[in-house]
């Protein structure tokens, strides 16, 4: 979420997303290609990548997203029936019209 286009900071809008109880966390501390598994080349039995030198890979829309913009839930919170979604969805619906009140926080 860019706070420019969104209207208020990611750190802010995932807070008032946990006050209206749509628990989340603002991101990865690294982007998985920067994850030791990927620069050690552990993958096992899995050797399709071996080619790949991780170290001089360079994603940085992936980088942006998981230090400034991303925000993740929890997968089993999108297992639940259609009224759970309903009210996730109406959650961030409320925390956006209202973002306005977010912006100096």
């Not at 997303?17 to 982007?31: H, M, Q, S, V």
């Not at 399709?48 to 839930?73: H, L, M, R």
């Not at 109406?90 to 009140?101: G, H, I, L, Q």
Request: with cysteine.
């Amino acid at each position: 979420m860019d706070a420019l286009e969104l209207g208020a900071p990611q750190p802010a809008f995932l807070k008032a997303l946990e006050a209206e109880g749509i628990p989340n966390f603002g991101g990865y501390p690294l982007p998985l290609y920067r994850q030791r598994l990927f620069l050690d080349r552990q993958f096992g039995p899995y050797a399709g990548c071996q080619g790949v030198d991780y170290a001089k890979t360079s994603c940085p829309n992936c980088e942006t997203i998981c230090y400034e913009q991303g925000g993740w839930f929890e997968h089993r919170m999108l297992l639940g029936t259609r009224a759970d979604m309903d009210d996730i969805i109406a959650a961030f619906r409320k925390v956006y019209d209202n973002r306005d009140k977010l912006r100096d926080s």
